[in-house]
């Protein structure tokens, strides 16, 4: 089975303190995709990085960053610099070679970022 | 233009309607979905398509029927209505399996 953890249910910062948001996921297909997709106030689901399971090396992209680490099967990521406008509804999600290309997501973090 | 686009972005009708929701998308993509997200946000896949082909067909009462007319179209009509049909439907497409994938903007359901 596949499954994504997203450990953190509601997590609330001040603007510039750095914050990861934690993900687990379980899966037994070798090759996977891993997701990230920001949700805002205004309700989309906007892409934020792919990563495919032979990919380990950290990404880094302005103020966000990811750590897949294969060893501990997960895929963190950390916002540098809060921004209020970073407040939104983070998802974490999975995609393996096995499931005919359907994304399993976790529950989602919920970050707030206060002025 | 909007790559995936949806409609209505708001739906709100009384128990026992019949109700469709429309998914197009403009990027080519061989493969459309329609993704469910509850009230406690999350997010479950319902159906795939790949070539107007059903590949995905999660554990969805029959009330739900996509269709697809063609490649770049995937409607979902939902009969007799129930509260707990309220949900946010979103509709996604992808080129390749798990190449990447865009998402609409979301119709709001509310059942009442």
């Known amino acids: 089975a596949q499954k994504v953890t997203q450990a953190q249910t509601e997590i609330s910062v001040v603007e510039k303190e750095d914050v990861t948001l934690d993900c687990v996921y379980e899966?037994?297909?070798?090759?996977?995709?891993l997701f990230w997709y920001k949700q805002p106030p205004s309700g989309e689901l906007v892409f934020l990085i792919r990563?495919?399971?032979?990919?380990?090396q950290n990404e880094i992209s302005g103020r966000y960053s990811w750590n897949f680490q294969k060893s501990t099967s997960s895929f963190n990521f950390t916002i540098t610099a809060s921004q209020v406008v970073d407040s939104a509804v983070y998802f974490c999600?999975?995609?393996?070679?096995?499931?005919?290309?359907?994304?399993?997501f976790g529950q989602g973090t919920t970050l707030q970022v206060k002025p | 233009d909007t790559a995936v686009s949806q409609t209505p972005k708001y739906l709100v009708t009384q128990m026992g309607n019949d109700k469709s929701i429309k998914c197009e998308q403009n990027?080519?993509?061989?493969?459309m979905y329609w993704y469910k997200q509850d009230s406690k946000k999350f997010l479950k896949i319902m159906f795939s398509?790949?070539?107007?082909?059903?590949?995905i067909n999660e554990t969805v009462p029959n009330r739900f029927s996509p269709k697809s007319p063609d490649k770049a179209h995937l409607n979902l009509h939902i009969n007799s209505l129930e509260l707990g049909d309220s949900a946010v439907y979103f509709c996604?497409?992808?080129?390749?399996?798990?190449?990447?994938?865009?998402f609409g903007s979301g119709t709001r359901l509310t059942v009442v």
């Open positions: 996604a497409s992808s080129q390749e399996d798990s190449y990447g994938y865009t």
């Open positions: 398509y790949n070539n107007k082909e059903l590949i």
């Open positions: 899966t037994r297909d070798t090759t996977y995709y």
């Open positions: 999600a999975l995609s393996g070679s096995s499931n005919t290309g359907k994304l399993i």
């Open positions: 990027l080519g993509h061989d493969t």
């Open positions: 990563r495919n399971s032979f990919d380990e």
